[in-house]
């Protein structure tokens, strides 16, 4: 199978490709490093590599030709960049997606894997978050890449172009960002314990968030590039756990201490509390989760080595 991954040399993507080229599949990547939460990027030699903005569409569509299945991770991924910059957040989410499936539709590509966000169930719904729910877009991030979802939507129904969307809740692993003010909070909690320093606690702590392994992400992709389930095409999956832990139960598991923190101000438009039901993603696409949040804080695989 040919295929390409965008945003490929970073956290989730870098695993995707690493695990199609596991599976003997051909991998093309188009990142531009443009992510600047990375402390650096990720590449497989047996991969292809593109450094154009997944926007250009003129330079990157010929890529497109012969390709089975897209997996689209290219993106503006943290909430609060997209706070300060909307522009910049339609521009690398809308404005990338539309140029991907447009390319993908052009090239004659059969389907395309599109990575969106559990952040567009907001405030409004109550936990489990179920994909039958309204969304609630809080903030840029959530409003464009929900944006992105309608287009893959459409693609498929007006075009026929097979795509498959995925909200994420809350991804950690090997190789997850570590670094800056935005970091994902289970990197920049372990970072900030090795350095010594106190774990900063954004709020009262007691926010809650279902965090999910990246293979376990990865394994949802691969679930959908092969399902034969036409159910599946069009629609929205939750890919999370189906539990949650608050910042706090964080501080505990990860410092093994109550008080070693510090906190910082509430941010604006974030969500309270998430919990995935994943009920349709296990039903459709026969994927369930396998990794235990503690237990994989708890084993040696569950450090910061790989992100340093």
């Known amino acids: 199978m040919k295929t390409i991954v965008t945003g490929g040399a970073g956290f989730i993507g870098s695993h995707i490709v690493d695990r199609l080229i596991d599976c003997g599949h051909e991998v093309f990547v188009i990142d531009d490093e443009s992510a600047d939460t990375h402390e650096k990027f990720y590449y497989n030699q047996k991969a292809e590599y593109s450094f154009y903005s997944v926007q250009d569409h003129y330079n990157i569509r010929h890529h497109f030709e012969d390709v089975d299945v897209v997996f689209h991770l290219a993106a503006e991924s943290r909430i609060q960049p997209c706070v300060h910059n909307p522009v910049m957040a339609n521009l690398a989410n809308v404005v990338g997606t539309c140029s991907v499936l447009q390319a993908a539709k052009e090239a004659g590509v059969k389907r395309v894997v599109y990575s969106s966000t559990s952040a567009a169930y907001g405030v409004l719904n109550q936990i489990p978050l179920k994909e039958s729910m309204p969304n609630d877009c809080l903030n840029p991030y959530s409003v464009s890449k929900v944006a992105g979802e309608e287009l893959c939507k459409m693609f498929y129904k007006l075009y026929g172009l097979e795509t498959i969307i995925f909200r994420y809740f809350n991804v950690y692993g090997e190789r ?78 990860i410092s093994g201490q109550e008080d070693f923190f510090v906190n910082l101000p509430e941010r604006i438009g974030e969500a309270r509390h998430s919990k995935a039901d994943n009920s349709k993603a296990k039903e459709i696409l026969g994927w369930e989760p396998k990794v235990n949040l503690e237990e994989w804080l708890n084993e040696p695989a569950g450090t910061i080595s790989d992100a340093s």
């Open 176 to 253: 997850q960002p570590t670094k800056g003010q935005y970091a994902p909070v289970i990197g920049l909690f372990q970072r900030q314990l090795e350095e010594g320093l106190p774990l900063t606690v954004v709020g009262d702590g007691l926010q809650s968030r279902d965090f999910t392994n990246v293979s376990d992400v990865v394994e949802a992709n691969l679930k959908a590039a092969f399902t034969t389930n036409n159910k599946a095409f069009g629609q929205v999956f939750n890919i999370g756990t189906g539990e949650n832990y608050t910042i706090m139960d964080l501080v505990r598991i």
